[in-house]
């Protein structure tokens, strides 16, 4: 299979720093995307990344190592409507798979 | 531009009844998605299309779920007979090449089948 690993649920507050682990298996890996899902809504698009390294979009970054099989997002500077699911997923080719996604609640 | 479009927004439907979810794809893109998204089995991608011509529909649960894509701006997804397993949200997603692959995705159908 083409498992694809996250924490369920994180907690943090607003203002802080948190950072979102995703672990998948590298056999036939193409790119990895991170998504946003607000409860009720569609996801929608925060970052690629196909080569080692960090991203940095504003207050999103996210990183790869391919040989590890490994990306995290981090979130800066949270705020409260960061409150949202994130998903990380995998494009295998011709195959595209998504994580269980973590939810995460930001603290006033 | 609009965005994606799906159709209907919600459908409830009886157990054996046919269901056909509606999708139109962002103008220009040439890849479509359909996904269906559940508490249990989060967001699964069911089968995708480029240029109209389905590549990989290995996601499709059994027989009774089919998808067409006519033309370039039509896509359609179609149970028949509906069982109550099937309630979910399926989203229609849409990308075009040399986009980094990001993917649009519509505002879902959620489907509940009694």
Redesign the interface.
């Known amino acids: 299979g083409q498992n694809i690993d996250q924490p369920t649920e994180m907690t943090a507050t607003e203002g802080a720093i948190v950072q979102i682990n995703c672990t998948y298996q590298t056999s036939g890996f193409n790119?990895l995307?991170w998504y946003q899902q607000h409860a009720g809504?569609?996801?929608?698009?925060l970052s690629?990344n196909v080569l080692d390294g960090l991203e940095e979009k504003g207050r999103f970054s996210s990183f790869l190592s391919r040989s590890k099989g490994y990306s995290y997002l981090l979130l800066k500077e949270l705020q409260m409507k960061d409150s949202a699911s994130y998903?990380c997923a995998v494009?295998y080719g011709?195959?595209?798979?998504?994580?269980?996604?973590t939810r995460l609640s930001v603290l006033p | 531009d609009a965005g994606v479009i799906q159709s209907p927004r919600h459908e409830v439907t009886e157990m054996g009844q046919e269901v056909t979810l509606r999708c139109k794809p962002i103008s220009g893109h040439d890849y479509l998605f359909w996904y269906r998204q559940t508490m249990m089995r989060g967001l699964e991608l069911l089968i995708y299309f480029n240029n109209n011509v389905p590549i990989d529909d290995s996601g499709m649960p059994e027989d009774r779920f089919s998808a067409k894509m006519p033309n370039a701006s039509f896509s359609t997804l179609k149970i028949q007979p509906s069982e109550p397993r099937d309630s979910a949200v399926y989203f229609c997603a849409s990308t075009q090449t040399d986009s980094s692959y990001e993917q649009y995705f519509g505002p879902g159908t959620r489907l509940t089948v009694t």
């Open positions: 790119g995307f809504e569609a996801p929608t698009f690629y998903l494009n011709q195959n595209f798979v998504f994580g269980p996604g």
